[in-house]
């Protein structure tokens, strides 16, 4: 599902390639900073220097930090999406099962390429915020209710593991994203994250788990 990114300042016109690098090298430094230290946390003056930007420019390529947070989320739920899609090309849409494993394989594949969205999400979901309830309507809610649905579709079949509805929603995220989140960690415990086998064996694994009877 597309969204609609924020249309730049009015009389901010990015009319050469340096300026629109510049802001996409702006984006790609902040979810950096925002994974690492959350919004409070993260400083323009650092995401700036990341960038190999002046702080200034932040002020001229975007309306606020709060704007740049969520050009941020868009950029990266739209990578998310576009994983997915990419499981699920060519699938029947009414072959559930094969549908939600696919599904479960793009969602793993993406949080090993891109483990900051699980890492903000860490620093957001703690405590109430503007930003959280923008999160939740816009992108976190119709995805939930889509898993729901397709969860009580493979139930209803007896394909499903017993696990209440309620709480798959984070069950599948937690599970798909967790190892991505905390690579160092795994790395101390001898798991390599950035392994393609790592990845190939979690999806395999978490769908065998969700789906026993598959």
């Not at 702080?55 to 969520?70: G, M, V």
């Not at 079949?157 to 798959?168: M, R």
Request: net charge negative; hydrophobic share 45%.
């Amino acid at each position: 599902m597309a969204r609609t990114v924020d249309a730049p300042a009015s009389g901010r016109r990015r009319v050469n390639r340096g300026t629109e690098d510049t802001r996409d090298r702006l984006i790609e430094a902040a979810l950096v900073e925002f994974a690492a230290t959350g919004f409070d946390g993260a400083s323009t003056r650092a995401i700036a220097s990341r960038a190999g930007a002046h702080q200034p420019q932040i002020n001229y390529h975007f309306e606020s930090k709060d704007e740049l947070w969520r050009l941020c989320l868009e950029r990266l739920l739209g990578e998310l999406d576009d994983a997915i899609a990419e499981h699920v090309a060519g699938i029947d849409p009414a072959d559930e099962p094969l549908m939600f494993a696919a599904i479960v394989r793009g969602l793993v594949v993406f949080a090993s390429r891109r483990p900051e969205l699980n890492r903000i999400m860490m620093h957001e979901g703690t405590a109430p915020s503007d930003r959280l309830n923008w999160l939740v309507a816009n992108h976190l809610r119709w995805r939930q209710r889509d898993l729901h649905r397709r969860w009580t579709a493979l139930t209803q079949q007896d394909l499903a593991a017993p696990l209440p509805s309620e709480v798959l929603y984070h069950v599948v995220i937690g599970s798909a994203s967790l190892l991505y989140a905390n690579a160092p960690e795994a790395r101390l415990l001898d798991i390599d994250p950035d392994s393609p086998a790592t990845v190939t064996a979690h999806a395999d694994g978490l769908i065998a788990m969700l789906l026993p009877n598959h």
